[in-house]
């Protein structure tokens, strides 16, 4: 199944912002310890046979803490530089803003060797390890000899025939209910831009208060926050396709399996621990949002009571012979509540963002799906919307946002807010 990441060629990107001191010498030894107790944070990609397998880097190629000055424009600079294959696999720097006193740390965790959890598990690793070399509490680590097994070796038994009656199932639902895509609105065929394209990230978050009122809807209606935020992009995205007749969307949310697995696997093991769930559903410029994200919840719901997670695991690598086994309108990925890093006393963290980005975009398809990485640091909640600018616009993935944003508000006003006249 890791094969798939190698051809994506996608990675996390996790931005630490600092207010306060930070020892750079420390975190340096920090990010090498850590590194240090897991081999495939120190592998790259080689050839085996007809697919890939790691091996360990050189010393000299190891990843090491890069440091240099700088401030906002070094996110972007991150979001374009790649994790080749047979490099490094994860890649963290340090930008200090010497005008403003503040910092920046910056880590690109190759999708082959991590999911979101494990991504933020080794910023939070990082600044453990760092926070205990500050305060002189450091206890030596022995590393690790072994590479883990990859999570689809780690699956309940399945009968091979039944695996095989799931991917036949799947592959005939897909061709019959295909999700519509929504066009790009840059056309491969214009005049080259006055400056390059590139990856940009746009950002929709909430404060504590708004986070907090939205997680109070969901749990009143029965729903899931991924629910919401999951149905109020489909709407969004329907908005973005001609005709008024409901139309098949497509929503892929991703399933983490550690959880789900026995015994669990923990969420600082570095390793791809993700499969996949595409639903499609006709919806139509007024469909509801409530009962959107209740078509979302249960067939979410359902997907996982018949252990369906572990079949779709297993036919993930034939996605290569059938590309639409995962093609939504929408990609919803939701890490839920995760706590952010702890900082030795006098350093502050003042932003935590975690956003997906590939290396291989194709503008010529004329049209992708749209992506909204969810996250919530500290209480607040962010979806970040990673794109390309050669194919969808700045202005048209912020306008997309700021409509999801203002249904995100209209979902978590109070019941005074929605229904004033009752409450009078």
């Known amino acids: 199944m890791e094969n798939i990441y190698v051809a994506q060629r996608s990675r996390a990107i996790l931005s630490c912002a600092l207010d306060g001191p930070v020892d750079p010498v420390a975190l340096s030894a920090a990010f090498e310890a850590v590194t240090a107790e897991q081999p495939q944070l120190l592998a790259r990609i080689v050839p085996d046979g007809d697919g890939h397998a790691l091996e360990l880097l050189p010393e000299a190629e190891r990843p090491r803490l890069l440091m240099r000055t700088g401030g906002e424009e070094s996110y ?21 803003d010497p005008d403003e006193e503040r910092h920046t740390l910056l880590l690109s965790i190759d999708h082959v060797i991590a999911d979101g959890h494990s991504a933020v598990a080794l910023l939070n690793l ?9 305060g002189g509490t450091e206890a030596p680590r022995p590393p690790v000899a072994e590479f883990p097994e990859p999570i689809s070796t780690l699956l309940p038994h399945s ?16 061709g019959r209910h295909p999700a519509e895509l929504v066009p790009y609105d840059v056309k491969a065929t214009e005049e080259a831009p006055e400056e390059p394209h590139r990856i940009e990230v746009q950002r929709l978050l909430l404060d504590t208060e708004q986070t907090a009122r939205l997680r109070e809807r969901a749990r009143a209606e029965g729903l899931s926050v991924h629910g919401l935020i999951s149905a109020a992009l489909l709407l969004a995205a329907r908005r973005r396709l001609d005709g008024t007749d ?23 093991l570095m390793v791809a621990a993700v499969t996949m769930h595409l639903q499609v559903l006709p919806v139509g410029e007024e469909s509801d949002v409530l009962e959107l994200a209740r078509e979302v919840r249960d ?21 290569r012979e059938h590309p639409t086994l995962h093609l939504g309108t929408v990609i919803v990925t939701n890490m839920g509540a995760v706590s952010g890093p702890r900082l030795p006393e006098g350093t502050r963290v003042t932003d935590v963002r975690l956003a997906p980005a590939r290396e291989n975009y194709f503008p010529q398809a004329g049209r992708s799906p ?4 969810v996250a919530t640091f500290d209480g607040r ?13 700045r202005p048209f993935i912020r306008e997309l946002g700021d409509e999801v ?7 978590a006003k109070s019941d005074e807010e929605r229904h004033p006249a009752a409450t009078a």
């Open 76 to 96: 972007a600079e991150e979001l374009n530089t790649p994790l080749t294959v047979g490099g490094p696999l994860t890649r963290a720097v340090l930008v200090t």
């Open 126 to 134: 990082v600044w453990d390890r760092y926070r205990e070399l500050i």
């Open 159 to 174: 009968d091979a025939a039944e695996t095989a009656k799931h991917l036949e199932q799947r592959v005939g639902k897909v």
């Open 246 to 268: 409901p139309r098949l969307l497509g929503c892929l949310s991703p399933v983490d399996l550690r959880s789900r697995l026995s015994p669990p696997v923990p969420a600082d």
């Open 299 to 319: 067939a979410l719901r359902d997907f996982i009571d018949r252990g369906a997670h572990f079949q779709e695991m297993r036919i993930m690598p034939s996605a």
């Open 370 to 373: 749209i992506m909204a990485c």
């Open 381 to 393: 909640l962010a979806i970040e919307f990673p794109h390309h600018t050669a194919c969808f616009s």
């Open 405 to 411: 944003h203002a249904s995100l508000l209209a979902l």
